[in-house]
């Protein structure tokens, strides 16, 4: 099974507003990936959690907040989002260092 | 940071026909992979190919790590092969940084 599930597949929310998506994988994988695509661009890697261990894109802004609370699960909390943060979530796992396996994605938009 | 340039960028063919997409990294990396995204956003893996030549099926795939290239060929492409093409290297260990990307779109 090489199957990373994502929740939910789309998401509306204010500004004000605190939402989480959720990805889950059963492969053993010790490694997550959460990563943010814009309209006709590439994925860009937010974070990594490998082996428990957490990983920063430092351009990343501190209303995005990962959680790992197991090595199957990985959390992305959202909070005071703005407009431009509207993009494809995307996760992926991986066996590190290894082949990466992504989810079908969130497909967010802030109003 | 690592430079990952695909090439060409956007790429029409007429259904039956072949193509060739490059990714040239301006550093050394340790793995790299090629990825199709479909039109809902999906990424499936292609190939897994640090080095060395692998096929499957019409697709098949060659990295020169010490060139700092990797190349996917498309025979007979088919309307189904449209999308988006990634190429993703990985340079330091759970690091990946993705390619440009080749939009095609394959024509009956």
């Known amino acids: 099974d090489t199957e990373v599930t994502q929740t939910p597949k789309h998401l509306v929310m204010g500004m004000t507003n605190k939402k989480s998506l959720k990805c889950e994988q059963h492969m053993g994988h010790r490694a997550m990936y959460w990563y943010k695509q814009k309209a006709k661009k590439p994925p860009e890697l937010m974070f990594v959690y490998s082996y428990e261990k957490l990983s920063i894109n430092e351009s990343v802004p501190s209303r995005f907040s990962p959680e790992c609370p197991n090595s199957s699960l990985l959390n992305l909390h959202l909070h005071a989002l703005q407009p431009e943060d509207s993009a494809l979530y995307l996760c992926?796992?991986?066996?590190?260092?290894?082949?990466?396996?992504f989810g079908p994605g969130t497909r967010l938009t802030v109003l | 940071g690592i430079q990952v340039e695909q090439s060409p960028p956007d790429l029409i063919l007429q259904e039956g026909a072949n193509s060739t997409l490059r990714c040239n990294f301006s550093d050394s990396v340790n793995n790299l992979q090629w990825f199709h995204q479909n039109p809902w956003g999906q990424l499936i893996n292609l190939f897994y190919?640090?080095?060395g030549t692998k096929q499957n099926g019409r697709l098949s795939a060659t990295t020169v790590a010490t060139e700092r290239y990797s190349l996917l060929y498309i025979s007979s492409s088919q309307t189904t092969d449209s999308g988006v093409y990634f190429c993703a290297v990985d340079v330091t260990g759970n690091q990946f940084y993705f390619g440009t990307g080749t939009s095609l779109t394959v024509i009956p």
């Open positions: 992926a796992s991986s066996q590190d260092p290894n082949e990466q396996f």
């Open positions: 190919i640090p080095s």
